[in-house]
T-cell receptor, first 113, second 114 residues
Framework: SQKIEQNSEALNIQEGKTATLTCNYT??????LQWYRQDPGRGPVFLLL?????KEKRKERLKVTFDTTLKQSLFHITASQPADSATYLC????????????FGGGTRLMVKP | DAGVIQSPRHEVTEMGQEVTLRCKPI?????LFWYRQTMMRGLELLIY????????DSGMPEDRFSAKMPNASFSTLKIQPSEPRDSAVYFC????????????FGSGTQLSVL
């Protein structure tokens, strides 16, 4: 069966450190993968999109990698700040040109000052 | 632009009642998605519209759920009759080109069915 797995346990790190979140998938062949941030009581907000032919993408303190062989994406936040505390969701397309995104369960990040 | 607008923000109803959730997409966005979020199941895709036409409704849980998009600026998700297990946050999201581009989410409707 198809699965998108993110660590359901909260990730606690110290301010200034690099946070690394993982997204693993099985039985998908996505053409692209997206990362979103969700704060309590709000809808998810888009952060980054990476396509299957891209190994890495960066935006300010954010970096995403996409390994289609390992079927894994890593999401890094460098020089983390307490304001980065939120739930981070990965999402990928179903790979059938249906243009529909399926989301993982999300990982909650807590950055302590 | 005001973003994706959903109403109501909160809805409390009794089992058996009809519930209608509303969504106004961002102007110019031709793809619209309805998602449901719960602690147990996460964010689930219910239905996808493209150019006002339902493309995939395989995520709609039961016949009690129906969705319409009568024009490019309005969509509804209806539950009739509602049940306590329908309690969740319902999100509407839109984009310019399906899931190939980023989705813009509304603030969601928190539905509680008693």
């Amino acid at each position: 069966s198809q699965k998108i797995e993110q660590n359901s346990e909260a990730l606690n790190i110290q301010e200034g450190k690099t946070a690394t979140l993982t997204c693993n998938y099985t039985n998908y062949s996505p053409a692209y993968l997206q990362w979103y941030r969700q704060d309590p009581g709000r809808g998810p907000v888009f952060l980054l999109l990476i396509r299957e032919n891209e190994k890495e993408k960066r935006k300010e303190r954010l970096k995403v990698t996409f390994d289609t062989t390992l079927k894994q994406s890593l999401f890094h936040i460098t020089a983390s700040q307490p304001a980065d505390s939120a739930t981070y969701l990965c999402a990928l397309d179903r790979g059938n040109a249906g243009n529909m995104l399926t989301f993982g369960g999300g990982t909650r990040l807590m950055v302590k000052p | 632009d005001a973003g994706v607008i959903q109403s109501p923000r909160h809805e409390v109803t009794e089992m058996g009642q009809e519930v209608t959730l509303r969504c106004k997409p961002i102007s110019g966005h031709n793809s619209l998605f309805w998602y449901r979020q719960t602690m147990m199941r996460g964010l689930e895709l219910l239905i996808y519209f493209n150019n006002n036409v339902p493309i995939d409704d395989s995520g709609m849980p039961e016949d009690r759920f129906s969705a319409k998009m009568p024009n490019a600026s309005f969509s509804t998700l209806k539950i009739q009759p509602s049940e306590p297990r329908d309690s969740a946050v319902y999100f509407c999201a839109t984009s310019t080109r399906g899931g190939n581009e980023k989705l813009f989410f509304g603030s969601g409707t928190q539905l509680s069915v008693l």
